[in-house]
Nanobody
């Protein structure tokens, strides 16, 4: 199982970005999917998660600005990030709870860098 994240880049404060993360491999089912981030010099922190049924949860720091969604047919999770702030600058990682031929486990993407700066 592999997760491939994309969509990061440089954006000005107040701007928007949409990150994507596609899972591939011998997958039976993907349960929860989510996003985390790690800013320079800080620990990785939770951003948002979505269940297979579409229920969502957000960290307080991104609530009302970020929207997580998923396309179950494409094994892909998204996060739409609006009203970005410099403090949102971080490497963003996706993860997924996957049931696959090798068993069930939590897999991580490689990370995509988001830089919010003028």
């Amino acid at each position: 199982v592999q997760l491939q994240a994309s969509g990061g880049g440089l954006v000005q404060p107040g701007g928007s970005l949409r990150l994507s993360c596609a899972a591939s491999g011998s997958i039976f089912r993907i349960n929860d999917m989510g996003w985390y981030r790690q800013a320079p010099g800080k620990q990785r922190e939770y951003v948002a998660a979505i269940t297979s049924g579409g229920s969502t949860n957000y960290a307080d720091s991104v609530k009302s600005r970020f929207t997580i969604s998923r396309d179950n047919a494409k094994n892909t999770v998204f996060v739409q990030m609006n009203s970005l702030k410099p403090e949102d600058t971080a490497v963003y990682y996706c993860n997924a709870d996957v049931s696959a031929t090798v068993g069930r486990g939590v897999y991580w993407g490689q990370g995509t860098l988001v830089t919010v700066s003028s």
